[in-house]
């Protein structure tokens, strides 16, 4: 049911756009590729995060199976092989390897020592060595130019996507915060308007023909001088536009 109701609200939020954007007179702007997105966002990947994530949630009932017939350690040879196609796969599909090798990771830490996932220590350690290994990965690769210029896709870019690092990182912080108690209306609230704001910034047809056209504006009128401030209000502007 909650995939349903996912689904159903990412086609409407994409097709009150596209309705949006014809009556603004972008028709003979609009290609047909985006017009087919537009119309179906699930199965063209136009909100990469949510395809991954319903294709995930049905993978699971059969991973889980599967995983309960195979040694644990090769679980976690897999999670690490899964991990290092995502430094080498084409940037459009390397989410994909990295979403099934960290459920794989988890499944492996909390099969081998469940009480681990809930030690302050551990979870510190992770915390502390995954942001080290993702911000010298990330430097490494940005001041000595490894970059696959000739492929679609740049390996500074993997740094963000599909690498072990960064997932230690957001595993550890994760642990911390879940053992956090405590009762907050305001950030629920916030917490709840996190998706539409993902499924809204990352629309095909904003980012793609209202975005450009709204940051050229900007950059016309107040220059390059204040990039960060812009960066921002637009940011609070579109979290405020969620909201309401």
Known sequence: KKIIRLWIEVFFISLFFLVCLLIAGFAKTIDTKSYFKAIFPICTGA?????????????????????????????????????????????????????IACYLMIYFIRSKNESLCDKY??????????????IGTFILLDNYGLKATDTEYTVTWQVFYGNLPFYIFGFGIFN??????????????????????????????????????????LYAKFGHYHLITQSLLFSVALFLACIL
Request: with cysteine; hydrophobic share 55%; proline share 4%.
């Open 121 to 134: 220590w551990f979870n510190i350690i992770l915390t502390v060595v995954g942001l080290g290994l993702f």
């Open 176 to 217: 911390l915060f879940r053992q956090m108690k405590f009762k907050n209306g305001v950030i629920n609230f916030i917490s709840s308007t996190s998706l539409i704001c993902y499924v809204v910034h990352e629309n095909n047809l904003l980012r793609s023909y209202v975005r450009p056209l709204v940051w050229e504006e």
């Open 47 to 99: 909100n990469w995060y949510i395809t991954f994530y319903i294709c995930f949630a049905l993978l699971c009932p059969l991973l889980n199976k599967l995983l309960k017939k195979v040694n644990l350690w090769i679980v976690f040879a897999v999670s690490i092989t899964l991990f290092a196609l995502g430094y080498i796969v084409p940037k459009n599909i390397a989410q994909g390897p990295a979403f």
